[in-house]
């Protein structure tokens, strides 16, 4: 059983998770603090950067020989496989700590099992300890290496009867300033921003992070079946890198001035005649691009629905009404109030004048 110390030590390890999400991918974000051998919390450390350091090891070099006999508290499960750095047991044994305290198991293939390697080393272990708080953040991550594909937030703005757009066609701006600016965080958490060809053709995106602090730009990808998106669009402006995922059908005459921009295009088999999404989805998991936003419109975010490659959803809705106009959600292959996708609520948020809600979609339902 965890001591006090031990799951104070693990609130601190979890704001310094917390404190560097976005940052780390393709690699979890994980906070670890060290407690000495009389239990007094030594030192702190969160992961960095892709090849840099895991959060144990910055904590591990920051106590220094005060590790000796001591705790090390972390909230994901030590890994103990060699990627871009070495296995974090190894630095573990090393340092002579005596006991290794975590919050979630390591769903990894590859880095799974530090756990059995502490215990081997003769370290006493202990798992769970406030592992549904530590995974809230770690969800997303998890989600993706459990399932083998990006986790997808699917995000929308719309009236508070599901409009995102007037009868007319006009939409700018639906939801408030707040709201703008809480899609440029999520944008920056992501590895990937997703959307239809339908959006470029009608708003002409950038899709960048332009109003929230970061330290990288989000793969941009435009799911284009036929090959449409204008050589001129904002989405190919070299802001940050963009994919076109278009049909293998597609003509190879479309094709050649779009590659010519500097973007990448790759070719996907269809599926019911539109782009397979779930080809899409390894394309960008291959390349280690764990956690997408899917950012529309209606007729692309229905068949993510329909193909369960929905994990979340963020709905920023408007105190307005508008009556008619299109729908948030285009046909997701759903005919009967039996077959709903039920999701469950995870916050509610005023922002502004708009409310967020964001919800995960039940694993059990469809
Ligand atoms: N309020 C919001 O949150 C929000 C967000 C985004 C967009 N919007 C609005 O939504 C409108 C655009 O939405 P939209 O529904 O017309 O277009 P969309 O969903 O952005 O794009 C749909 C197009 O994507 C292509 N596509 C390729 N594979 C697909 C697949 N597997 N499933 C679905 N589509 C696939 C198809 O064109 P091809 O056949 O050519 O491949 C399809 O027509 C705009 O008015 C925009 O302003 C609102």
């Given at each position: 059983m965890a001591s006090p110390a031990e799951t104070a030590a693990m609130t601190r390890a979890i704001e310094l998770a917390t404190s560097v999400l976005g940052t780390t991918n393709p690699n979890p974000?994980?906070?670890?603090?060290?407690?000495?051998?009389?239990?007094?919390?030594?030192?702190?450390?969160?992961?960095?950067?892709?090849?840099?350091?895991?959060?144990?090891?910055?904590?591990?070099?920051?106590?220094?020989?005060?590790?000796?006999?001591?705790?090390?508290?972390?909230?994901?499960?030590?890994?103990?496989?060699?990627g871009r750095t070495g296995p974090c047991t190894d630095a573990i044994i090393t340092?002579?700590?005596?006991?290794?305290?975590?919050?979630?198991?390591?769903?990894?293939?590859?880095?799974?099992?530090?756990?059995?390697?502490?215990?081997?080393?003769?370290?006493?272990?202990?798992?769970?300890?406030?592992?549904?708080?530590?995974?809230?953040?770690?969800?997303?991550?998890?989600?993706?290496?459990?399932?083998?594909?990006?986790?997808?937030?699917?995000?929308?703005?719309?009236?508070?009867?599901?409009?995102?757009?007037?009868?007319?066609?006009?939409?700018?701006?639906?939801?408030?300033?707040?709201?703008?600016?809480?899609?440029?965080?999520?944008?920056?958490?992501?590895?990937?921003?997703?959307?239809g060809i339908g959006t470029v053709l009608a708003d002409d995106t950038h899709l960048t992070v332009r109003d929230w602090p970061t330290t990288r730009q989000p793969l941009r990808v435009v799911v284009d079946g036929k090959a449409r998106t204008p050589v001129s669009a904002h989405i190919l402006d070299g802001a940050a890198r963009t994919l076109l995922a278009v049909g293998n059908d597609a003509d190879p005459e479309r094709v050649k001035p779009l590659r010519d921009t500097g973007a990448e295009v790759i070719e996907l088999p269809r599926r019911e005649g539109r782009i397979d999404l779930s080809a899409l989805m390894a394309t960008l998991f291959e390349r280690e691009q764990h956690i997408v936003l899917l950012e529309g419109g209606a007729t692309l975010a229905g068949s993510f629905v329909k193909q369960r490659l929905v994990d979340r959803v963020v709905g920023f809705h408007a105190p307005a009404l508008l009556g008619s106009g299109p729908p948030v959600l285009g046909d997701a292959g759903i005919p009967t109030i039996s077959a709903a996708s039920r999701l469950t609520v995870t916050d509610v948020r005023a922002l502004g004048a708009d409310v967020r809600i964001t919800a995960d979609v039940d694993r059990g339902g469809r």
């Open positions: 974000a994980v906070g670890a603090v060290v407690l000495d051998r009389e239990g007094q919390p030594v030192a702190s450390g969160a992961t960095r950067p892709a090849g840099e350091a895991h959060a144990e090891i910055v904590a591990l070099g920051e106590a220094g020989v005060r590790a000796a006999g001591g705790t090390l508290v972390v909230t994901l499960e030590p890994c103990r496989h060699v340092a002579g700590i005596a006991r290794v305290v975590y919050a979630v198991a390591d769903p990894h293939t590859a880095a799974a099992g530090g756990s059995e390697t502490l215990r081997a080393a003769g370290i006493d272990v202990e798992d769970g300890v406030l592992a549904d708080t530590a995974a809230a953040d770690l969800l997303p991550w998890l989600t993706a290496v459990r399932r083998q594909r990006p986790h997808v937030t699917w995000k929308y703005a719309a009236t508070l009867d599901g409009r995102t757009a007037a009868a007319d066609g006009t939409s700018r701006w639906i939801t408030g300033e707040e709201s703008r600016r809480d899609v440029h965080r999520l944008r920056a958490l992501s590895d990937a921003v997703v959307v």
